[in-house]
């Protein structure tokens, strides 16, 4: 009776309740900001989303807008969880520390209930959690696309590509001269990075050219058409689905009406991209059993992690600590990270170096020049060898240039697995630490004009310790940046010597936005033959 008495009264004063818990939770969650431990500048959060409604816009130029407001470190809560912004190069000291031991920086994330349901958090390399997981995965990774076998069949395979798109654009311009350079990029970096893996033809850029010309150049059967765009679409909803895991609690994930059925969605996809890719690394087994020992095998990627640390291995590298061959959910999941980490990153990248090139023609003609002195006569295809890339030093300063005022990564994850100090603020373990790449390519106190567009700054210049990150730095340093700006380079060096480009709106600013990795939403081109 008592019992239904309080029930009644607490119905009776729901009106009054229910703001004085507010008022309540509103009143604890601010005290409890205010009071933290060892507090940073930041802006005020709001309760429950914390500055997700500033952060969750565009987080590269939201971080550089924050940066110029509260200095070079701070502090923004993501929902519930702290997050601190490191946007200065002597800030980033200890982030790129090469030591292994004791580096408090080693891991890139919190565990994150969504990183553990896509399977990134106990395998693969970026999101590891296991440290000795991740040192072999990384390690054989990077031995096997920075070996020279390797790196000379790169140039075939990269070359073949290009031929190929050399072809579709030249019987496309006897109709139509603007051509949409980020549809094209995706798909070239797409089949590069697929030949290279699995060393057989890939179907992405053919399949596009046959979707915008009406004679079709090669006939592709259906199910391959069909295969292709289905593991394309697959690779860039794995890539999309990463910060909706990521940032969503699971508990909004798994019970909230429309964002359970897009969960599902992106949980069904994560499965059967895992099976696509055990299937062909089973079949690819079976053709490396069935043939002779003495058969020399082809030099992809695929047939290097199958075979490293065993009798076939083709590089011969079993030299190094760990004496075991990769299992096949190692060998799967480094093939995973390698379209997840290095696809979306070099495609945009090639999307921007394209722009400030054409927007700065002085500088496409340096480049020629560039390509003239160690190729010759550039009417004739370049014979591209690893040893004629090291020696192309302007067009390194173009790729970083670029890449400092529009990095492909202008923000990522590193967490703290010790207590530390940085800029004269403690940082507990266990915090979440965003490296503002941006902010510290940005900075005044690094470089001469920042917004200037220079890269000869990168031939004069001294350049600051830690100020150029766009590929990171210290032990997480990524393991593919020899690798892509090898594929930048053969590109780059192909597009100009063959084709006259230049913007069709050459006022209009470049159009990027963040969606992972900054990505480039639009570059329309004209394009006609060098003569
Ligand atoms: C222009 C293209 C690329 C850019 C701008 C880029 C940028 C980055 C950046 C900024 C990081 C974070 C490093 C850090 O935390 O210090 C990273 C990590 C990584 N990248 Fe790249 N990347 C590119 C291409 C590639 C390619 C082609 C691969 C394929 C092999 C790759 C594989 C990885 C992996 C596996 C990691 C994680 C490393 C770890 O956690 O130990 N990246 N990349």
Request: a neutral charge; glycine letters at 4%.
């Amino acid at each position: 009776m008592a019992s239904l008495n309080i029930i009644g009264y607490l119905l009776y004063n729901l009106n009054k309740i229910i703001p004085t818990l507010i008022i309540a939770y509103i009143f604890k969650y601010y005290f409890s900001w205010y009071t933290r431990e060892n507090p940073i500048p930041g802006p005020i959060p709001l309760p429950l989303i914390g500055n997700l409604h500033q952060i969750g816009k565009d987080l590269g130029k939201e971080a550089i807008k924050l940066q110029k407001k509260y200095g070079d470190i701070f502090e923004v809560m993501l929902g519930p969880s702290r997050v601190i912004f490191i946007s200065r190069a002597e800030l980033m000291e200890k982030i790129c520390s090469p030591a292994l031991k004791n580096n408090v920086f080693a891991y890139r994330s919190l565990p994150n209930a969504g990183l553990d349901e896509m399977g990134l958090s106990k395998s693969g390399i970026s999101f590891n959690m296991d440290l000795e997981g991740w040192k072999f995965n990384r390690r054989i990774l990077s031995h096997t696309i920075m070996s020279p076998i390797f790196l000379r069949e790169n140039i075939n395979f990269v070359n073949q590509i290009f031929d190929e798109l050399e072809n579709y654009w030249i019987n496309l311009l006897k109709f139509e001269k603007k051509i949409d350079f980020t549809k094209w990029s995706s798909y070239v970096v797409t089949d590069i990075i697929l030949t290279s893996i699995t060393g057989k033809k890939s179907y992405s850029t053919t399949i596009y050219y046959n979707s915008l010309s009406n004679s079709i150049e090669t006939e592709v059967p259906d199910n391959i058409i069909n295969e292709s765009l289905k593991f394309i679409d697959s690779i860039y909803m794995f890539l999309t689905s990463f910060l909706f895991f990521y940032i969503i609690p699971p508990i909004i994930r798994h019970n909230f009406p429309f964002i359970k059925s897009i969960h599902k969605k992106y949980e069904d996809n994560v499965e059967w991209l895992d099976t696509e890719f055990e299937k062909v690394i089973k079949k690819r087994k079976q053709e490396i059993e069935n043939s002779p020992v003495d058969q020399p095998l082809e030099h992809n990627i695929l047939n290097l992690l199958i075979t490293i640390n065993t009798e076939r291995d083709i590089n011969k590298i079993s030299g190094i600590d760990y004496m075991r061959p990769m299992n096949d959910v190692e060998i799967r999941d480094t093939i995973k990270e390698i379209f997840s980490a290095g696809a979306d990153t070099t495609r945009n990248s090639l999307c921007f170096i394209i722009y400030y090139i054409l927007k700065y023609p002085e500088v496409k003609d340096k480049l020629i020049k560039e390509y003239e002195s160690i190729y010759g006569d550039l009417t004739k295809k370049p014979n591209i060898t690893n040893e004629s890339l090291d020696k192309l030093v302007y067009t390194e300063a173009v790729i970083s240039e670029v890449a400092r005022l529009k990095p492909a990564v202008p923000v990522f994850l590193r967490a703290t697995s010790l207590d530390t100090e940085i800029g004269g603020y403690k940082i507990k373990k266990g915090t979440q630490i965003f490296t503002n790449y941006i902010g510290v390519h940005m900075h005044e106190d690094h470089w001469n004009e920042p917004e200037k567009f220079n890269p000869d700054r990168f031939l004069n210049d001294n350049i600051v310790k830690n100020s150029l990150l766009n590929f990171g730095g210290g032990i997480r340093i990524c393991p593919g940046r020899h690798w892509a700006i090898k594929n930048l380079k053969i590109l780059l060096i192909r597009l100009l010597t063959k084709f006259d480009m230049t913007l069709v709106d050459p006022d209009s600013p470049l159009k990027s936005e963040f969606k992972s990795v900054e990505h480039c939403n639009e570059l329309e081109i004209y394009v006609k033959e060098r003569e």
